[in-house]
């Protein structure tokens, strides 16, 4: 039976600076589930930042998994720019939504102002990053991403809409949206320093699923590549990128945004996008995370799950800068705990060095 | 209805084109996102004497099966067909005031929703689309829905079709108390599910009829439930 020889920290820490671990890290992208095996609301979670910390931290302890607690959801930039967001307390719900969008009509578009940090979800997001640091864990910001942003601020249907017929509307909402992500980053690093920094990126809105790659290409990437280098430059050294949904299309952006920037970045695209391009593409510098289907954790038996993790650390756990197994997406909240366990048992069992 | 100045003004400002050059400017308009195009060419239908529905179906749906063709085969996206729907819907209401309902040929009538928990209703929205230009009789009961409310209205309107949509892993999971009920109601309606955390073997799970990964293979599945 395999014994941990390192703690979740060496074992980050080591993969970090190119060293081999003592097996294949496990990060499971918990957020709402942390609240559910907790015994918390998924709306109080997310509501509240100490509580957000503390149902992390408990899952972490009972898990023994190597992700640290973070704050962040997909709604994110509504609240922050003056709409409206509803915390998931009703039936269903898995994460914060937009109830009102800042922006409704063209007018609003100018009215809108870039806010100081720490805005909207920010002000929770510092309390985690706080209690973060107090045990020695990085301060993990979101940056993004800012075309997901920005349909939250538009509604995404309208945007989708004013992609085509008012497109200079959305260029200049997603300026906007850029300078409040680079913002919030300069905010962060001031705080915490940026050696204690992880920024994280990504959003669904711009796979492709909504959007081609032509249209990622002139309304996401010049945003996403802005805000990267600029929280690079700020001295934050690593960027855990989550293409959220099929964004195998937009891979030559994504190439564009790694090329020649510093630092160092975790790949974690969905499931849709193969481990074998992942590694080819980004292989040679950066980690790659994933890549189990996440709805399996919720609707598979536990042997299943074991065997989909499997699969992904023989895949993975042939990249050369490193791997970290874990889903494509965020864990489902309700997903049974013996699921969840599948990616540690698999990662001792399957991902030993 | 036109009033009989306007369609004079029309007449005289009209063009004698064919009913297929205007069925083709319908469906090309759709297929192009032209909104006042589409407009003008069901005015034009209109004054030509074109039935409605032919105009509607010939022309506005025929050119959405184009789109919706395009969209499959990864050619258009969601911009691109949100467009269409805003010019499909705006000649659709010019002619379906002109309709004869007796007239109006319908695969089936579908209630469709966005499940309860769950406001992402994009994907809903095209299969809507899809479906309507397909020519069923669609019922559309938004987002968030309880699962009661598809229940009763389903009910309620003799539906063909229950079509509930998800995108969360926490909201999917009242599909099947939805699939039960309605056996237990004795309704007659057959069901399909669809969104990202779904798939075949998990609609199999649910006890639903159909599943569909995309808009296009909606309109595929429904047809086939209906058995059009």
């Not at chain 1, 020695?136 to 940056?143: D, E, K, N, V």
């Not at chain 1, 017929?165 to 690093?189: C, G, M, T, W």
């Not at chain 1, 536990?302 to 864990?331: A, D, H, Q, S, T």
Request: aromatic residues 8%; neutral net charge; contains cysteine.
């Amino acid at each position: 039976m395999f014994v941990n020889k390192m703690t979740p920290a060496e074992r980050i820490g080591a993969l970090l600076i190119g060293q081999t671990p003592d097996r294949v890290p496990v990060m499971p992208f918990v957020l709402g589930y942390a609240a559910k095996v907790c015994g918390m609301n998924l709306g109080d979670f997310y509501a509240d930042g100490d509580k957000c910390f503390r149902a992390q931290l408990l899952a972490m302890d009972l898990h023994g998994y190597d992700q640290t607690p973070f704050y962040g959801y997909a709604a994110i930039g509504a609240w922050e720019f003056g709409g409206k967001i509803e915390f998931p307390y009703g039936p269903g719900h898995s994460a914060p939504i937009v109830i009102k969008h800042p922006v409704e009509e063209p007018e609003d578009v100018d009215k809108l102002e870039v806010p100081e940090p720490p805005a909207g979800s920010y002000k929770e997001s510092i309390k985690v990053c706080r209690s973060a640091v107090k045990l020695g864990m990085p301060a993990i910001f979101q940056i993004g991403s800012a075309f997901t942003a920005t349909g939250n601020i538009l509604e995404p249907a309208r945007m989708m809409l004013w992609l085509r017929r008012q497109p200079d509307l959305v260029h200049k909402v997603l300026r906007k949206a850029a300078e409040f992500f680079i913002a919030s980053a300069e905010y962060f690093v001031k705080q915490f320093g940026a050696e204690r920094c992880i920024a994280f990126d990504g959003g669904p809105t711009e796979s492709n699923k909504m959007i081609s790659a032509k249209q990622f290409g002139e309304f996401a990437f010049p945003y996403i590549n802005q805000v990267h280098r600029k929280v690079l430059s700020l001295g934050v050294n690593v960027i855990l990128d989550h293409p959220c949904a099929d964004q195998t299309k937009n891979i030559s952006y994504y190439e564009q945004i790694r090329a020649g920037a510093p630092g160092i970045y975790i790949w974690n695209f969905g499931p849709e996008t193969p481990l074998e391009l992942q590694i080819e593409k980004f292989g040679k510098r950066d980690i790659i995370m994933g890549n189990v289907d996440p709805p399996s954790f919720q609707n598979k038996p536990y042997e299943e799950v074991l065997m989909l993790c499997k699969e992904n650390i023989e895949k993975g756990g042939k990249n050369p800068r490193g791997y970290i197994l874990g889903p494509g997406c965020e864990m489902p909240p309700l997903a049974p705990p013996v699921n969840v366990h599948a990616l540690i048992k698999a990662a001792k069992e399957y991902g030993r060095y | 209805m036109m009033s009989k100045r306007n369609i004079y003004m029309c007449a005289h400002n009209f063009d004698a084109m064919s009913k297929e050059e205007i069925l083709e400017r319908l469906a090309k308009s759709v297929i192009e996102g032209d909104v006042e195009t589409c407009k003008k060419a069901a005015n034009d239908a209109i004054v030509a004497g074109i039935d409605a529905y032919e105009a509607i179906m010939q022309g506005l749906a025929k050119g959405m099966n184009v789109v919706s063709d395009l969209y499959e085969k990864g050619e258009y996206f969601v911009p691109e067909v949100i467009c269409s729907a805003e010019a499909m819907y705006a000649g659709m209401d010019i002619l379906k005031t002109y309709l004869k309902t007796e007239k109006v040929k319908s695969p089936g009538k579908i209630v469709i929703g966005v499940v309860q928990g769950d406001i992402h209703d994009i994907g809903k929205n095209l299969v809507k689309l899809m479906l309507t230009a397909a020519g069923f009789d669609v019922i559309d009961l938004g987002r968030d829905v309880a699962p009661s409310t598809f229940v009763e209205k389903v009910v309620e309107t003799n539906a063909d079709i229950c079509a509930m949509s998800a995108l969360m892993t926490t909201s999917m999971i009242v599909m099947p108390d939805i699939i039960k009920e309605l056996k237990k109601r004795g309704a007659r309606a057959k069901t399909m599910v669809g969104g990202a955390p779904l798939s075949d073997s998990v609609a199999e799970m649910y006890g639903a009829d159909g599943y569909s990964k995309d808009a296009a293979g909606a309109v595929r599945v429904a047809m086939n439930l209906v058995k059009w």
